[in-house]
């Protein structure tokens, strides 16, 4: 049972425009949250976390925004550059930090 | 220290085989964890050391899996008598525990059973 899901596959935007990456999660006792970018080849690189006390966390061009009501999360990229072309994934835990669960990825592509 | 390392990136064997996969975390973590990912899915989780201590262990490891993390620095991920459905990258993270929860991972071992 995936409880942790990324139901855009891929995405594609233009340089310098905002790109929106979704996740949802079904399980209520999530509370802490982590966004990964993968590139080919390499394991996935943190980028980002939030809790569940904030529903907003910035750091950079990177927003990740909490809902805690509709279990769902989302990583704002402002503005979007070539480089941030990869897989993102989301990742969710309960407060212990002991397992992670990942959404399936979401294909980033920026076009110039 | 330049991050979570694994050795090695690529192996391949024949099922049947025993493989042996190594993970030195960050020098300063305390906490070092094992993900497999197929192609398509994220990192599923299989297991996590606390210091040397295994702590948890998914239903996804069988008794052909075993890890250990001796003196709590290094670990290992053995796979006895592999199988073509053992083909995966097999991820290790680390995580400095009561810090935080971010997890940093290394650049995977990638296992091809023929």
């Known amino acids: 049972d995936q409880q942790v899901k990324q139901n855009s596959p891929s995405l594609s935007v233009q340089e310098g425009r905002i790109s929106i990456l979704n996740c949802d999660y079904t399980n209520s006792m999530f509370d802490y949250f982590l966004w990964y970018k993968k590139y080919p080849a390499e394991g996935p690189t943190f980028l980002i976390s939030?809790?569940?006390?904030?529903d907003k966390n910035e750091d950079g061009r990177f927003t990740v925004f909490l809902n805690k009501s509709a279990k769902h999360l989302s990583l704002h990229i402002v503005p979007s550059q070539p480089g941030d072309s990869a897989v993102y994934f989301c990742?969710?835990?309960?407060?212990?930090?002991?397992?992670?669960?990942f959404g399936t990825g979401t294909s980033l592509t920026v076009i110039p | 220290d330049t991050g979570v390392s694994q050795d090695p990136r690529h192996k391949i064997t024949k099922r049947g085989q025993n493989v042996t996969f190594r993970c030195d975390p960050i020098s300063e973590h305390n906490r070092l964890y094992w993900y497999r990912q197929t192609l398509g899915q994220g990192p599923e989780f299989l297991t996590y050391f606390q210091n040397e201590a295994q702590l948890e262990k998914s239903r996804l490891l069988s008794d052909r899996f075993s890890a250990e993390r001796p003196k709590g620095s290094f670990s290992t991920l053995e796979i006895q008598r592999t199988e073509q459905g053992d083909s995966a990258m097999y991820l290790c993270?680390?995580?400095?525990?009561?810090?935080?929860?971010?997890?940093?991972f290394g650049p995977g071992t990638r296992l091809t059973v023929t």
């Open positions: 990742a969710a835990s309960a407060r212990t930090g002991n397992q992670f669960y």
């Open positions: 939030i809790s569940s006390i904030k």
């Open positions: 993270a680390s995580s400095l525990f009561g810090d935080s929860y971010e997890q940093y």
